[in-house]
């Protein structure tokens, strides 16, 4: 059973940076060819797409987070980061870890990110 956790989320303040980590199990050394993305949702907000990568690395980012973010992957740990910094109050939500291919799509629980100003 493929398994998704988010790790590394906290309290910062404004300015600040933070690291977070996606581990996966259960997807063993085909992990390489899984496209990978983190998302978050801030209260009352829809869940948007923050960073992606692919399975050959192309990355992409959204609008608000570019130049400050930075996604990046361990195909041999089959691990997701994401660099956070420059951090804004604006920042503040839940980060999620998606995992997919094909069809296939797997979610982390989540992990709190809180900016103070």
């Known amino acids: 059973q493929v398994q998704v956790m988010e790790s590394g989320g906290g309290l910062v303040q404004a300015g600040g940076s933070l690291r977070l980590s996606c581990a996966t199990s259960?997807?063993?050394?085909?992990?390489?060819?899984?496209?990978m993305g983190w998302y978050r949702q801030a209260p009352e907000k829809q869940r948007e797409l923050v960073a992606a990568i692919t399975s050959r690395g192309s990355t992409n980012y959204a609008d608000s987070v570019k130049g400050r973010f930075t996604i990046s992957r361990d195909n041999a740990k089959n691990t997701v980061t994401l660099q956070m910094n420059s951090l804004k109050p604006e920042d503040t939500a839940v980060y999620y870890c998606k995992a997919g291919v094909m069809s296939s799509v797997y979610w982390g629980q989540g992990t709190q990110v809180t900016v103070s100003s």
């Open positions: 259960g997807i063993g050394s085909i992990f390489s060819i899984y496209s």
